[in-house]
């Protein structure tokens, strides 16, 4: 089936730094989300996109957070600063219409580590 | 606000045995509800959905019944295999533009 990568899938880094975090969404596909899974918790809904623009998020979604998928390119969430908290497995999907019409297919996850 | 329960934690079961996993939320109106399962490395996959009361979603064996009485949404397989050791999460939506919830995931494995 349709597959969603992510890259990298391990990240580790300094609290305070930057770190973006990138999804190579399926290729037709039309709306984007990041989820954050901290170890032993369950998946949490952090921001959907949709046509450049953010259309939902969470009380996660803190200010530190942005996203963005420029000229069709990777669909990224920017971290700047880390902070320890943020050390999670973020998961990215995408789907063709919104999750209420359509299957979300997710990737793999990248494992975020701030030390 | 909107929240799902599931059975926690680990389910271990013998090939052939009947599974059920427990899954109640919490929302108002008709919450669109989900079943996704997780393979070792991958990202969740949808194994179905419901939107209404009473609708049955099923895929590969699995099934759940959508019931706004008693706000479940029960997995159940009548015969399980080693294959359908994975992490199975419920989860709903609440319709419109507002946040999708997970639940905490039940383990499921499947000895031979």
């Known amino acids: 089936g349709p597959k969603v990568l992510q890259i990298p899938s391990h990240q580790i880094i300094d609290m305070g730094q930057m770190v973006t975090l990138n999804c190579d969404p399926v290729?037709?596909?039309?709306?984007f989300y990041w989820y954050k899974q901290i170890l032993g918790q369950q998946m949490e809904f952090l921001v959907n996109f949709y046509n450049g623009k953010v259309m939902e998020k969470s009380k996660l979604f803190k200010d530190q957070f942005s996203v963005e998928r420029p000229d069709g390119s990777y669909f990224t969430l920017k971290i700047q600063p880390t902070a320890l908290e943020d050390s999670a497995v973020y998961f990215c999907a995408s789907s063709l219409a919104h999750w209420n019409y359509a299957e979300q297919f997710f990737g793999p996850g990248t494992r975020l580590t701030v030390l | 606000g909107d929240s799902v329960t599931q059975t926690e934690g680990q389910v271990a079961l013998s090939e052939e045995d009947f599974l059920t996993i427990h899954c109640n939320y919490s929302?108002?109106?008709?919450?669109?509800l989900f079943w996704y399962v997780q393979y070792p490395g991958e990202g969740p996959q949808l194994l179905f959905r419901?939107?209404?009361?009473?609708e049955k979603g099923s895929s590969r064996g699995f099934e759940a019944t959508y019931d706004k009485g008693t706000t479940s949404f029960h997995l159940r397989k009548a015969s399980v295999q080693e294959s359908d050791s994975a992490v199975y999460y419920c989860?709903?939506?609440?319709?419109?533009?507002?946040?999708?919830?997970f639940g905490k995931g039940t383990s499921l494995t499947v000895i031979p």
């Open positions: 989860a709903l939506s609440g319709g419109g533009y507002q946040n999708f919830y």
């Open positions: 419901a939107s209404r009361d009473k």
């Open positions: 290729s037709n596909h039309l709306y």
């Open positions: 929302a108002s109106g008709y919450p669109t």
